[in-house]
């Protein structure tokens, strides 16, 4: 390539690919060369600037200017406007660093998504990439763990449990053959984090399963990750193949005594897969059921050898923590939700995307300093935070700091931060009769709290909003809801009850105003 070509990142991320950033970079390499302009395409993961997406980047003196969102259309008149100089356009930008969507974040474990090229690991070592390696590397399993522990990194999955704890169990459990397991079939609604992530810089996801595996005594890593992410699973393919070829995954990891093996195994589609018992039965062969516990899967886990299992973003905040340290990494957040966590904004929102953020900042930041409001242009009525089971949270809380014991005094959960916005034209009951439904859906049946109760609960919903015994129906809906937190043997019928409850307790109306019409025409 002429070293006097023009750097233009258009980006693979699967977001950019469904509203055209394969025909977009194609335009842009057709239209280059129509007018013998050298260039160099490289197809970087998303800056998560969603809303922007496909969001076109050109290398200038001045620093990368981002043009968005670019269609194949566009791209004659973006060359007519000399966007190749950086020159103002109406789909300008400016610096990619200084939009205040993305300025205003903490960027650490998504550092590098966006900034290279997901599959080069001269870039991936260029911006710090493998230095965590090269420290766990001059450190003992002990003290790997330690670090890791002192940092207060805990699951990013949604359980939120410490992952030095659980490390320290892997290492301390007996068994010549140990695993690493990483969680990535990302199912919840509004959530895609991990997808970004995989796609946009799988290096640091083989990097933090491999410093996990010298922590613990695991030699062999597997990453259970969704059939419905084609795109993640080539990278990480192709990025395992590289690291196989340059010593970093077999034997003698970068010229240490260790060994770790790291492969892809892709799951069926099934929810109840993302519960941790259920992933490893998948991953065994069989029919994702949940297992009892005890015993934990960190002592009897995968093939019934102790087992790591940890959410993907879990995973990738290992290596900044081993470059940087587990007190700056500390540095960020409050009270026991230590670093950051990234948020995805989806739903009736302005400006939609993913915010890499500590922990602390309040919902009504996220949603108005960063989303800018609803796309509607109405009030925002309620919010979905955590997934399918999380709360649904009204106005009183928007100003609930993001933080796991605040959301837990408010009945709520963060989750895996997915983060879903409803104008006020959203029907509250509807909502919740979905919860219900959706834990019917995606039951694995074993057991009867969760596999009947919310087929029950469904039904109650639907006597409850039709005004049939409306006063009976509601001591019931919630006795049942406790029958569910307090007898499923998993968090799916557990936490059904968290949107529910919190639509019946916050939007009582709209479960009473048909019965409340009948009584206003009598």
């Known amino acids: 390539m ?42 970087n993961g998303s800056r998560g600037l969603l809303w922007l997406e496909p969001l076109v980047e050109v290398q200038t003196t001045r620093g990368r200017m981002a043009y968005g969102p670019v269609q194949a259309a566009d791209v004659a008149d973006l060359f007519e406007s000399g966007f190749l100089q950086g020159n103002t356009h109406i789909l300008a930008q400016g610096l990619t660093a200084e939009i205040p969507y993305f300025k205003n974040q903490e960027r650490l474990t998504y550092a590098r998504v ?59 459990a007996p068994g010549e053959q140990k695993y690493i397991v990483c969680n990535a079939d990302e199912g919840d609604s509004g959530t895609f984090s991990d997808r970004m992530l995989m796609e946009g810089d799988p290096f640091v996801l083989i990097e933090g399963m491999t410093i996990a595996g010298i922590a613990t005594g695991a030699s062999q890593g597997y990453i259970y990750l969704r ?59 069989k029919r994702g059921q949940v297992r009892f516990k005890p015993p934990l899967p960190a002592i009897t886990g995968l093939f019934g050898k102790p087992t790591v299992i940890n959410n993907a973003i879990t995973l990738a905040s290992v290596p900044i923590i081993l470059d940087r340290g587990a007190d700056y990494y500390q540095h960020f957040g409050m009270g026991r939700s230590r670093g950051t966590l990234p948020l995805q904004l989806t739903g009736n929102i302005k400006r939609g995307g993913l915010i890499e953020k500590a922990f602390g900042l309040t919902l009504r930041e ?50 895996h931060g997915g983060i879903v916005v409803f104008d006020d034209s959203v029907d509250m009951a509807a909502q919740a009769r979905y919860a219900m439904e959706f834990c019917a859906i995606e039951s694995c049946g074993k ?32 006795d049942l809801c406790e029958t569910l937190t307090q007898g499923s043997l998993c968090a799916l019928g557990g936490l059904t009850p968290y949107p529910v409850l919190s639509a019946l307790n916050h939007f009582h109306e709209d479960f009473t105003k048909v019965a409340l019409g009948a009584a206003l025409t009598r």
């Not at 023009?6 to 469904?18: E, G, Q, Y």
């Not at 239209?31 to 197809?43: G, L, V, Y």
């Open 114 to 172: 966006g900034l290279t090229d997901p599959l080069s690991l001269v870039d991936y070592k260029q911006h710090g990439g493998y230095k965590g390696l090269a420290n766990a590397l001059e450190l003992s399993s002990a003290e790997i763990i330690k670090t890791i522990t002192a940092s207060g990194l805990r699951g990013r999955g949604g359980a939120a449990f410490p992952a030095g704890i659980k490390w320290n169990t892997v290492l301390g």
């Open 2 to 43: 002429n070293s006097a070509s023009i750097k233009i990142f258009v980006p693979c991320d699967a977001a950019a690919l469904s509203v055209g950033a394969n025909e977009t970079a194609l335009a842009i390499a057709t239209e280059a060369k129509r007018r013998n302009i050298p260039i160099q395409i490289t197809r």
């Open 447 to 478: 057991c009867t709290p969760c596999r009947i109760g919310s087929t029950r609960g469904v039904e109650v919903i639907d006597r409850l909003v039709t005004g049939e015994n409306a006063v009976q129906q509601e001591v019931l809906l919630r």
């Open 366 to 415: 996220v949603l108005y300093d960063f989303g800018g409001g609803s796309l509607s242009g109405k009030p925002i009525r309620a919010v979905q935070v955590g997934g399918p089971l999380g709360a649904y949270l009204p106005e009183s809380q928007f100003d609930t700091p993001l933080d796991y014991e605040a959301f837990a005094q408010i009945k709520g959960m963060l989750g």
């Open 227 to 285: 059939w419905e992410y084609p795109e993640a699973k080539l990278a990480l393919d192709a990025a395992i193949a590289l690291a196989y070829s340059n010593g970093y995954l077999g034997q003698s990891i970068a010229g240490s005594k260790f060994h770790f093996d790291l492969e892809v195994r892709l799951g069926a589609g099934a929810y109840i897969c993302g519960e941790e018992t259920s992933l490893l039965e998948s991953l065994e062969g």
